[in-house]
């Protein structure tokens, strides 16, 4: 384990009926600015409770921070605040307000361009901000990040800050959000943990266990709020899950990785992609580019999360990779940049600007721009042949099963003759059983092909 600092000074007050405790969290005496997206607040019953817990107070609303907060909003709202003097921030939304309500705290303090204090990428002359949740996904309702666009130079940057004092967590708001935005929300939670996760063995076996912890838990809970996103029990698990994910206590002594989220960033900046989604894109190209790097922890990941553990570790590591792509297609998102209408410009632009900054992201700093070229080149959905495919090793089709048991018993007569296989589509078929078509496809390298016929042939005869 490395050496650490860790503080982490956000009070959270989790449950229903939280937002009432707004006046015990924000001192009496405080002039308050409350900035908000763009007006669902006022349809599921928030703003309502949030007027009412302000009641008597002195404070201004602040509306209209975009997804992806834009600078040019942003200023607009530093200068109301400085015009009415405000000492206080309360953001009511998800992670963009969130965001975009902690530059603005910053924004505040400083008399120079607010966008300066982003591209130097941290402030600490801040007033203090509390927040209600909206929307689980980011993380910054526990931590001191967020991310700031400029929509006219398409530029997206990281920035730093200091932690809200307070947020409130009511699962019963998150029962009114759009498919799309749990999708992505999970997503964008998921990646959050790997990014800490998914870089060395050996470094810390509690950092590694309590990410595993979140990791499983979206997992089991995806398919369910899937079903039921009204479920109180879920959504709980879901908000915290994404709190968890990025307030600093996985991450604690270990070494980051952040390649993903910055590629991703460039995708919603020249796109404007939502955030979730650019990394159920990215993630599974950063998987295929670093999969001889990050081996052992994609073998440990694939055996822990996916129950990956029979098979040469080759064929190991390219099933946890499907089995990752396999989640974010079951959430409903795009897992190909083809699939979003992106094409091999946006790749070099985005090579271009990774090296035009001199920047390099990975847990070893080696993820440069032509790596991020490659990594981009992953996510296609036309991928160029392999070594392995020039030499016969192409993988093909041997027969579909809707069944995971009669699979994995065909799986096993062909190990015990020395054939590898694969099975493509188990955990789709698993969590969307309930769809007509959802099989899984037993595959074999195309050398094996005919001594595997035999084998179905004589095992699952009407296969043939």
Not at 154 to 161: G, I, L, Q, T, V
Not at 352 to 379: P, Y
Request: glycine share 8%.
């Amino acid at each position: 384990m490395n050496n650490f600092i860790f503080y982490n000074p956000t009070r959270l007050l989790f449950g229903e009926g939280m937002i009432a405790q707004l006046p015990v969290q924000i001192p009496a005496d405080k002039r308050i600015m409350v900035t908000f997206g763009g007006g669902s607040v006022k349809t599921n019953g928030v703003y309502e409770q949030v007027t009412k817990a302000l009641e008597g107070r002195d404070y201004t609303e602040f509306w209209g921070i975009e997804s992806n907060p834009d600078i040019s909003t942003l200023k607009k709202a530093i200068e109301q605040g400085k015009e009415k003097n405000i000492d206080f921030l309360l953001a009511v939304g998800g992670g963009s307000v969130i965001d975009g309500t902690k530059l603005i705290a910053a924004g505040i303090c400083y008399n120079g361009d607010a966008w300066d204090l982003v591209k130097k990428g941290s402030a600490q002359d801040t007033i203090p901000l509390g927040t209600v949740l909206t929307i689980p996904a980011t993380g910054s309702e526990m931590n001191n990040g967020a991310v700031i666009s400029c929509r006219e130079t398409h530029e997206k940057y990281p920035f730093f800050s200091q932690h809200p004092v307070f947020s409130i967590l009511d699962p019963t708001i998150t029962f009114s959000l759009p498919d799309f935005q749990i999708a992505c929300g999970l997503a964008d939670t998921f990646v959050h943990v790997m990014e800490q996760y998914m870089t060395k063995t050996n470094e810390s076996d509690l950092m590694d266990r309590w990410s595993e912890s979140i990791l499983r838990t979206l997992v089991q809970i995806a398919p369910q709020i899937k079903e039921n996103k009204q479920n109180y029990r879920l959504m709980s698990e879901f908000m915290m899950s994404a709190t968890m994910a990025l307030n600093g206590f996985i991450a604690m002594g270990v070494s980051e990785d952040w390649a993903t989220h910055m590629i991703g960033h460039e995708l919603t900046a020249l796109h404007g992609m939502t955030h979730g989604q650019t990394l159920a894109i990215v993630f599974p190209g950063t998987l295929r580019t670093l999969a001889d790097k990050k081996r052992d922890k994609i073998l440990q990941y694939g055996e822990r999360i996916w129950g990956v553990t029979s098979g040469v570790p080759s064929v190991r590591l390219a099933l946890t990779i499907e089995k990752t792509e396999e989640f974010f297609k079951s959430l409903g998102l795009k897992t190909r940049l083809d699939e979003a209408g992106i094409g091999d410009d946006t790749i070099e632009e985005i090579a271009r600007r990774f090296e035009e900054r001199g920047v390099a992201f990975g847990e070893d700093g080696d993820v440069t721009g032509e790596v991020a070229r490659r990594i981009l080149q992953n996510c296609k959905s036309i991928q160029p042949s392999t070594p392995a495919e020039e030499n016969g090793m192409k993988t093909v089709v041997l027969a579909s099963f809707k069944s995971d048991v009669r699979a994995h018993m065909l799986q096993d007569l062909l190990k015990n003759e020395g054939i590898e296989c694969m099975l493509q589509g188990e955990y789709t078929a698993q969590v969307m059983s309930y769809l007509s078509g959802m099989e899984i496809k037993v595959t074999v390298f195309e050398k094996d092909y005919a001594r595997a016929f035999e084998i179905l042939k004589a095992a699952f005869p009407e296969k043939v």
